[in-house]
């Protein structure tokens, strides 16, 4: 099993700040509201806790306290880059695979095996959680769908990046 050593520090921050982007990319993609955004950030809150008590290391170091608020600082800084007026979502789907592609590469370059497995497993399980934690377009609670069409979509592309365990 590899761990933090074994990459460098792009390749680091490429394997860190890919799990959060796909979250983030993922709830913006479902525009839920105010209450179906909180349950999405409260599941991608417990998906992080989870995979800090993974069977991994790897993934175990990654959500690791300090290294999600690195993360955060990482992803704010491509936010803030994001010209006014530009598509956020867009732009934050686009960012999530990239950092997705860097961060198989990373794995792939370090012969990781089990470790990539393991981090494409999470990847996916991370992105179809917060897709799954609010329904999209209902009415007081009536009618809408768990997963929406946008979600979908930018799932869709996730799985053909990292290959749907």
């Known amino acids: 099993m590899k761990d933090k ?15 959060q982007f796909v979250a983030l990319a993922t709830a913006a993609a479902g525009n839920s509201g105010l209450l179906g955004s909180l349950s999405e950030g ?3 809150a417990s998906a992080f806790s989870a995979a800090g008590r993974a069977n991994n290391e ?4 990654i959500f690791t306290r300090d290294e ?5 600082q990482d992803i704010q800084a491509v936010l803030k880059s994001v010209p006014a007026g530009a598509a956020v979502e867009s732009r934050l789907q686009e960012a ?8 198989l590469e990373a794995l792939q370059a370090v012969d990781a095996g089990t470790d990539l497995d393991d981090y494409r497993k999470m990847l996916t399980w991370l992105g179809e ?3 799954n934690a609010a329904k999209e377009g209902d009415f007081l609670g009536f009618g809408g769908e768990r997963v929406s069409e946008g979600e979908r979509k930018f799932l869709a592309r ?3 990046i990292v290959g749907r365990p």
């Open 5 to 19: 050593k074994d990459f460098n520090i792009t390749q680091w921050r490429a394997l860190r700040n890919a799990p």
């Open 42 to 44: 409260m599941a991608a």
């Open 58 to 61: 790897l993934i175990r170091q």
């Open 68 to 72: 999600i608020r690195s993360a955060q």
């Open 96 to 103: 999530a695979l990239d950092a997705v592609r860097a961060a």
């Open 129 to 131: 959680e917060v897709a």
């Open 158 to 160: 996730l799985y053909m």
